[in-house]
């Protein structure tokens, strides 16, 4: 079905509120978080909506004519209604990589842990950006252990590094050092470099869970000015800086025969690519750099930064 | 088997069940006071979230002389923990008041604390939920009866 995958990385710019509903926790409107670990995550079909209405716009700014097609949106997005034909683009569920917490030294330290450098390392392997230069950071001889950092002077006081109210006993890893230095160069993101800090598991999933932004909002009566009685509610975001990603996976294009091989002619002209690649390469131009996820855009929330792993290979 | 259902029922019927009869105490015990450990009851899962248990018990210690409702809350945390069958907090049937917990707490290693905390929190869904549900707003009643108890 979907023959070609790219991770993409999100950052986030501004809180993100991705939200789950009502919940019976304490707080009124939660983020999404995955049922088995409770990390927080973003569903597939919030990026996906949100992907494609700015693609919608970029066709309202008559951006998309160049494809020479009619509804080249519905092409690889799918038919906004009915079932005629699927979509030749898919994306998975945002999962977390860096999670921002305060710190004593450095304002503030990205921290990650075993499972989920595991699990990022799994979902490069699907989407096959492991190859090459990048897998060194992965195999068994190096291993990023927890409880390393990247940067003792940044980050640490005497050993330790003090995270919210916690001290980790920490010690320095070249290994973790040049993740960190990887990564960094990989997302465009000098802090990385001098904040990372693998903690773990357990110890992430706490603050994950337990340092998330909690903001309270209420409600003014316009006539006295003050307070309504019980409009009080408190709302969950992911705080600004904090790293997540997913994968974007292409198929060729669905159409029925009669009517695709017309398209195709026009849109692939003599290009040499196969289907799913012009899919792909369709998504990486016109992928906006910023894109607003999640609620409550109207008080500037969810401002995020995508950036398309570029492997090599690539159509430059 | 039969273990492993009775431990899937403590967990969080444990904390219901207790957390129903503390409410319930608490009613009984404040009167025309209850009004205030509602509203404590419901703020504090908050305050552990924004600024750590550690501080949240200080706070609830700070204010317990002068407020009935505040020291009914300690020994609610403080019964819980000497109750739960996990044992999160491993010398809690030691502790004698809710100041001892306090020290106690100020001495535990990080992970045994953010294990409290999660169990604290957990605990306080029940109570912030019975609470709301047991006593009545002071807005309702203020408009049934006229009378004000501020």
């Known amino acids: ?14 809180p993100l509120h991705a939200g789950s509903g009502q919940d019976l926790g304490i707080v009124d409107l939660p983020i999404q978080r995955e049922r088995h670990t409770n990390f927080p995550k973003i569903e597939s079909s919030s990026i996906k909506g949100c992907i494609r209405e700015s693609f919608e716009d970029l066709e309202k700014e008559n951006k998309l004519e160049k494809y020479g097609v009619d509804d ?13 034909h699927a979509s030749s683009i898919a994306f998975t569920d945002a999962r977390i990589l860096l999670f921002p917490v305060k710190s004593v030294k450095g304002v503030y330290a990205y921290i990650t ?30 291993k990023l252990k927890k409880l390393t950092v990247s940067n003792r002077e940044k980050l640490c006081i005497s050993e330790k590094v003090i995270l919210e109210e916690y001290a980790f006993e920490v010690e320095f890893s070249e290994d973790t050092k040049g993740f960190a230095e990887w990564l960094s160069a990989l997302l465009g993101i000098e802090e990385i470099k001098d904040k990372l ?26 006539e006295t000015g003050t307070v309504e009685g019980s409009a009080l509610f408190t709302e969950e975001y992911l705080p600004s800086e904090t790293v997540m990603y997913f994968l974007c996976m292409a198929s060729p294009i669905f159409l029925k025969k009669d009517k695709k091989e017309k398209i195709l002619k026009e849109l692939m002209k003599n290009e040499k690519f196969s289907e799913e690649k ?31 792993w570029k492997t090599e290979g690539d159509k430059q | 088997m039969s273990n492993e259902k009775k431990s899937l029922k403590t967990l969080e019927h444990g904390r219901a069940h207790f957390a129903f009869e503390c409410v319930e105490n ?48 300690g020994e609610n945390i403080l019964n819980w923990l000497k109750r739960d069958e996990k044992r999160i907090l491993k010398d809690a ?58």
């Not at chain 1, 080249?72 to 005629?84: A, C, N, T």
């Not at chain 2, 009613?27 to 205030?36: A, D, F, Y």
């Not at chain 2, 700070?62 to 407020?67: H, I, P, T």
Request: aromatic letters at 10%.
């Open chain 1, 197 to 222: 800090v693998i903690l773990p598991d357990d110890v992430f999933g706490d603050f994950v869970n337990l340092s998330t932004e909690v903001i309270t909002r209420i409600k003014i009566n316009p």
């Open chain 1, 278 to 308: 012009f899919v792909m390469n369709f998504f990486e131009e016109n992928l906006p750099k910023i894109i607003q996820i999640g609620g409550n855009a109207t008080i500037g929330k969810g401002i995020s930064e995508l950036k398309v």
């Open chain 1, 113 to 142: 842990s075993p499972k989920v450098l595991e699990r990022f390392k799994k979902d490069l392997e699907i989407s096959k950006t492991l190859d090459g230069i990048k897998k060194h950071f992965f195999d068994k001889k190096r």
């Open chain 2, 26 to 73: 608490a009613i009984n015990v404040l009167g025309n006071k209850k009004g205030e450990y509602k509203s404590y009851v419901k703020k504090i899962p908050m305050l552990i979230k924004t600024n750590g248990l550690g501080l949240t018990f200080a706070f609830i210690l700070s204010k317990k002389a002068k407020s009935k409702a505040y020291e009914i809350i």
């Open chain 1, 1 to 14: 079905m979907y023959k070609i995958a790219k991770p993409v990385f999100l950052k986030v710019v501004t």
């Open chain 1, 72 to 84: 080249i949106i519905s092409l690889v997005f799918g038919p906004e209604s009915g079932d005629v």
């Open chain 2, 93 to 150: 049937s030691k502790i004698e008041n809710f100041d001892g917990l306090v020290k106690t707490v100020t001495m535990l290693e990080s992970s045994e604390y953010m294990a409290l905390s999660n169990e604290v929190l957990a605990f306080f869904n029940w109570l912030r939920r019975f609470a709301e549900g047991l006593i009545e707003d002071e807005e309702d009643k203020n408009r049934g009866d006229g009378n004000n108890e501020e």
